[in-house]
């Protein structure tokens, strides 16, 4: 283990690289929904499966990712997602319908469901428990600069290229974190000859699937109240239901339930997976509002997002080096509060708003978030044992991703449903991103409640 304390650092940076491509493509695209759909003939609610369909795949291929990690070596598993996340890339590079770039979403989204939880349980590898926080705010960073400064990248793209340049010049950045994985990656844990429990999988998938299913099919039927989104939504949570009394009954779980007996771990999970709901909606809408309501060019609303998304990256660093001083129970707070002053001001957009508004809006809802997301991350997953820390990190992942596909999908839903109900297309898109906002608001909220009953974990117990 001193060994891999002493090459933590060279271990570290080809996994911060792929999982900052594979969030950067979470958003990026966010940014060319306009322009996908004037190409394809589709609406928005078409072109939202583009990040929906990505989450959903995460959320469905993420919880395997325990007994990937226990199968396989660290090295094969990083070597295969990057493989998906290269070929994925490519294909959307290329791809000349709606169906072959929602394919390649697919193909993208492996590589991430596999990078993701094993960044995160190789940092709980390699760096002792009382220098975590500064370790997770590099995770922090990735997992909340990325998805934020996607759609401003991908902005000043389409101001001279096509959509599809969004992801040729992913493609470099790719095969430098694969060279350099291959180089100096070592495993982190030892090889288990277990089995994946095929049942277990099967009830996952329905599990995760239909709810987020469900509730994106609603942003195409314009309703939460379809037929289908009742079947969805309903097959799903039973196959949920089913999924945990499996996983409570076997010897050796494909997930270990019992991260659910730590009450730090619990409270995390509920307060990272609203934060999750509240950034990625809010990236949904806002590209959305200031190209279709503002009427901004591509570039200028990327480049309104630029300041806080760099603001942002320096606040998770700031943020974790604070962790590992202060601990949660001041920041988490802090960082709800921050956000619920941001949403509340953005209830208020309308066609008249201007520029500066929205940029500060920004900045103080991603200051908010890299508040929020490490430091309750962080102590969530230190409360676990060491036995535990896949199983953690993976349900701590899986639900990340389903929140952020049902808040996305919420979030268009609430949208497409207010602006049918006001002639004026105009009027009507304003006051549907401001009755999505609410949505965000209300999670802030509860979220801010729930956060003071935190409590540090001890730097100095028994892993």
Known sequence: MSNLYEKRNQIVIPFLIAAFIGLFNETALNMAFVEIGRDFGIEPSTVQWLTTGYLLVLGIFVPVSAFLMQRFTTRQLFTAALSFSILGTLIAALAPTFSVLLIARIVQALGTAIIIPLMTTVILMVYP???????????????????????????????????????????????????????????????????????????????????????????????????????????????????????????????????????????????????????????????????????????????????????????????????????????????????????????????????????????????GISFIMMPAQTNGLNELPRELYMDGTAIMNTLQQVAGAIGTAVAVTIMSITAAKNPDPYLGLVDGVQNSIIFGLVLAVLAFIISFFIKRVSTVQMK
């Not at 277990?194 to 996952?204: E, G, Y």
């Not at 942002?312 to 921050?338: C, E, I, Q, W, Y």
């Open 129 to 367: 428990i009382e220098k975590r926080g500064a370790a997770m705010g590099k995770i922090g960073l990735v997992i909340v600069f990325a998805p934020a400064i996607g759609p401003t990248f991908a902005g000043v793209i389409l101001q001279e290229f096509t959509w599809h340049f969004i992801f040729w010049v992913t493609i470099p950045f790719l095969l430098i974190a694969i060279f350099v994985g291959i180089r100096f990656i070592e495993n982190v844990s030892e090889v288990q000859p277990t089995k994946l429990d095929v049942v277990s999988f099967i009830l996952s998938t329905i599990g995760f699937g239909g709810v987020v299913y469900g509730f994106s099919i609603s942003g195409d039927l314009g309703t939460f109240l379809a037929k289908e989104v009742y079947i969805a939504v309903g097959l799903g949570l039973v196959s949920l239901v089913l999924f945990t009394i499996r996983q409570l009954k076997m010897e050796t779980p494909m997930l270990n339930l019992k991260v659910f007996k730590y009450p730090m771990f619990t409270l995390a999970l509920f307060i990272v997976l609203a934060a999750m709901m509240m950034l990625l909606s809010v990236m949904v809408l806002l590209p959305i509002y200031m190209q279709r309501v503002l009427l901004m060019v591509p570039m200028i609303a990327g480049l309104l997002m630029l300041p806080g998304g760099v603001i942002n990256a320096l606040m998770s660093v700031v943020a974790g080096n604070l962790f590992d001083k202060f601990g949660p129970r001041a920041m988490v707070p802090t960082g709800l509060g921050l956000a619920i002053i941001s949403l509340f001001f953005l209830t208020t957009i309308d066609t008249e708003t201007s520029s500066i508004f929205i940029i500060i809006m920004h900045i103080l809802l991603l200051i």
